[in-house]
């Protein structure tokens, strides 16, 4: 209350921006004249003051049954009666995320047909022609496969639950084969550039910000952004799981240098049956991270607000980064530092690209250490393994090579 009576004051004789920049150089000061709390209210009271309260987002229920008004009256009530919120046998239920991209494939099939005076019910020329539109569009292979898939799948649980045609499994199978043989136009073989890498560029990140020492919210910023690629490359989740991530609850500091990690069910990616009685519990053995996470806890981390989540908002108040902008983020900071973007789901590739070179029977340990059930889906993303393996051999060769009489011919 002193504080923000402070600014007010301020505010009122000599202006909002002038008031603005005394206090945040306050903020400098406070860790060193009374303490790491105090600095870390200051920068709380400037940003209440600096940004404006947001809407709270739509729940992923909300959001799908948003995306389900768009349909047709007729196919709602089955559709929605799939949501885990309604009652009914749970296993039978689809996950939020899941019904809201039927709900999207199927809105978009329904209005693709009546424009172009197809019949709605899907057959193989009518899925082959559609899915040449999607062709011309830019719509890779892989991706309308995908589409096609959920059209049939939400066409069997809204309209007609008997629905089949040998026609509609041919064109969806052309295409996966297609998709296979194309690759993963998102994914390029530049992006390998190994788990212990990022961990290392995280744990660059945070140093740099330690040297400086917790002086106010950006230097806090610059420590959660190091902390973020150096957890994402040591614990390889998905975007979902990680933005989950909360000292003191799904993150415990263990007796150094144990880190257990304790994720519920609803945040990973399994089947909706299996997320009430499923969950990720493991102890991590990483000294590194173990400080990392302890220094932050105790320097960094009240310097944004009094709340325990591992990722907080720079921009709200109390509020988490979400999943998309945790993508977004490191991302932007592969890119600067690296020089190629690549995503939080590109970093699980790169730990399982590693784990298949230097662990001992690594190929087969990579599929449980991702979390993924097919062995032939983690193949996808190390079949580059040998090829990373051959540019680390070569450029070890060129160092080696440099260093002696002999003269390299290239």
């Known amino acids: ?50 940004c404006e309260p947001k809407l709270a987002a739509k729940s992923t229920d909300e ?55 197809r019949d709605v019910r899907p057959c193989g020329a009518t899925f082959h022609a559609y899915a040449s539109d999607l062709k011309d569009d830019g719509v890779s292979d892989r991706s309308i496969a995908d589409y096609l898939s959920r059209i049939v799948s939400g066409f069997r649980v809204s309209v007609e639950p008997d629905f089949r045609s040998a026609g509609c499994e041919y064109v969806i199978a052309r295409h996966q084969e297609l998709g296979k043989l194309a690759g993963r136009h998102t994914k390029s073989g530049d992006q390998i550039v190994g788990a212990s890498r990022l961990f290392d560029l995280g744990v660059d990140l945070m ?15 610059d420590f959660r952004n190091g902390l973020l690629v150096s957890v994402a490359a040591a614990l390889p989740q998905r975007a979902r799981a990680l933005s989950h991530l909360s000292l003191g609850t799904t993150v415990v500091l263990l007796e150094k240098p144990y880190v257990h990690i304790l994720l519920p069910g609803r945040v990973l990616k399994m089947r909706e049956t299996k997320k009430q009685s499923g969950s990720f519990d493991k102890v991590l053995c990483n000294p590194v991270l173990w400080a990392a ?16 989540s591992l990722f907080p908002s720079i921009l709200s108040v109390g509020a988490t980064i979400t999943s998309s902008q945790l993508g977004r983020l490191i991302g932007n900071l592969t890119h600067e530092y690296l020089g190629v973007r690549i995503s939080i789901h590109r970093v699980r590739d790169n730990v399982a690209t590693e784990a298949s070179e230097k662990l001992q029977s690594g190929g087969y340990l990579a599929p449980a ?26 450029g070890e060769l060129l160092s080696g090579r440099r260093t002696s009489p002999t003269t390299l011919l290239l």
């Open 1 to 50: 209350m002193e504080i923000a009576e402070y600014l007010q004051d301020l505010s009122v004789r000599l202006g909002k921006q002038y008031a603005d920049t005394e206090l945040a150089h306050l903020q400098v000061g406070a860790p060193v004249l009374w303490s790491i709390p105090i600095s870390g209210m200051i920068g709380k009271i400037l940003r209440q003051g600096r």
């Open 63 to 117: 959001r799908c049954r948003s995306a389900i008004a768009c349909l047709p009256e007729a196919w709602q009530p089955k559709l929605v009666a799939k949501l885990s919120s309604e009652p009914g046998r749970r296993s039978e239920k689809w996950s939020a995320a899941h019904t809201q991209s039927v709900a999207y494939a199927l809105s978009r099939w329904h209005r693709a047909s009546i424009e172009s005076g």
């Open 207 to 221: 140093d740099a910000a330690r040297q400086q020492g917790p002086r106010g919210l950006h230097i806090a910023r």
């Open 293 to 308: 996470l302890d220094d932050y806890q105790r320097d960094f981390r009240p310097l944004f607000d009094d709340g325990q």
């Open 369 to 394: 250490l991702i979390g993924n059930k097919s062995a032939a889906t983690t193949r996808d993303s190390y079949d580059h393994a040998q090829g990373m393996r051959a540019a680390q051999e070569f």
